[in-house]
């Protein structure tokens, strides 16, 4: 498969008020594939959304410092675009969703008019804009689109605002969905349905995908490929199914511990024990 996105050495790096610069991301290493679904997982704190929103170049510069041997997309240096080339590339190349919909989106403003400004933005050569933003309603999933074209977000679901921000995500087919923590907002009944609509749409659309969770337990069905973090550090990456199966790294295997299965009775849920790690 072409490669997509190459990152070499990446270090992020942040400042507060002449304090000592803390590095959050550290010398980290990835390759996506054009195609390809990527899981980036670990907990809060490890890096992964650092990490995630470096490649469109969201984290304010200062307080964060971002440098690296190599980051790039489609063989272009994201660390040298210009301001006006990285408006671009957000949205039309490389685009996010997160998991706090509710924050996302606008709230006075309709579906309509959010969905039609990232068409405005990223493909003026849309004709009928209403026409396509009922066709990415239905195609993620949403009953009623008509009815919810004219709606706000207070007025939806917040499985229903998810589908929004992803049929606001791709209605500008872009390279690279970066989907962070998707999932959090949403019941395991919900969370289920987003995870499967974002395997079949990268499948359809051919796009690269990387997910970033701290649930080693929703990847399977998602990602081909999973790279584990740990303060800040890449610490395994392999194939899926090399990861659930069989993991190397006492954080991975740590993870997995963590995960609840309804068929197993714990009087506790396990806990990492982070200086046995570091030790």
Same mark, same amino acid.
């Given at each position: ?18 304090? +000592?610069?803390? &590095?959050? #991301? ?90 039609? +400004? ?6 003026? +050569? ?37 589908? !929004? ?5 791709? @209605? @500008? ?14 019941? !395991? ?32 069905? #998602? ?17 899926? &199914? ?16 963590? #995960?609840?299965?309804?068929? +197993? ?15």
């Amino acid at each position: 498969m072409k490669p997509l996105l190459r990152i070499r050495d990446l270090h992020i790096a942040f400042s507060r008020h002449g304090a +000592e610069p803390m &590095e959050a #991301v550290r010398g980290i290493d990835l390759d996506l594939a054009e195609g390809e679904s990527l899981a980036i997982v670990g907990e809060s704190g490890s890096g992964k959304s650092a990490t995630a929103l470096s490649l469109a170049r969201l984290l304010p510069e200062p307080p964060a410092r971002i440098t690296a041997q190599e980051l790039s997309l489609g063989g272009r240096d994201l660390l040298k675009l210009s301001p006006g080339e990285l408006r671009a590339v957000r949205g039309r190349e490389i685009a996010y969703i997160f998991q706090e919909p509710t924050t996302s989106l606008n709230p006075v403003l309709s579906v309509r008019t959010q969905i039609g +400004e990232a068409l405005r933005l990223h493909r003026p +050569e849309v004709a009928d804009r209403d026409a396509e933003i009922l066709a990415w309603l239905r195609r993620v999933g949403i009953t009623e689109p008509e009815k919810r074209l004219r709606a706000y977000p207070h007025e939806l679901s917040g499985g229903m605002q998810q589908r !929004v921000m992803i049929a606001m995500a791709l @209605c @500008c087919h872009p390279r690279l969905l970066v989907a962070d923590e998707p999932t959090t907002a949403l019941d !395991v009944t919900i969370q289920k349905q987003i995870l499967e609509l974002l395997a079949e749409l990268r499948r359809e659309l051919g796009m690269s995908l990387i997910l970033i969770t701290h649930n080693l337990g929703i990847i399977r069905d #998602v990602a081909d490929r999973v790279a584990v973090m740990f303060r800040g550090r890449i610490v395994e990456t392999g194939p899926v &199914e090399q990861i659930l199966g069989n993991p190397q790294h006492p954080y991975t295997r740590a993870l997995l511990e963590c #995960v609840p299965r309804l068929r +197993e009775r714990r009087a506790r849920l396990q806990t990492i024990d982070h200086a046995a790690l570091e030790a």
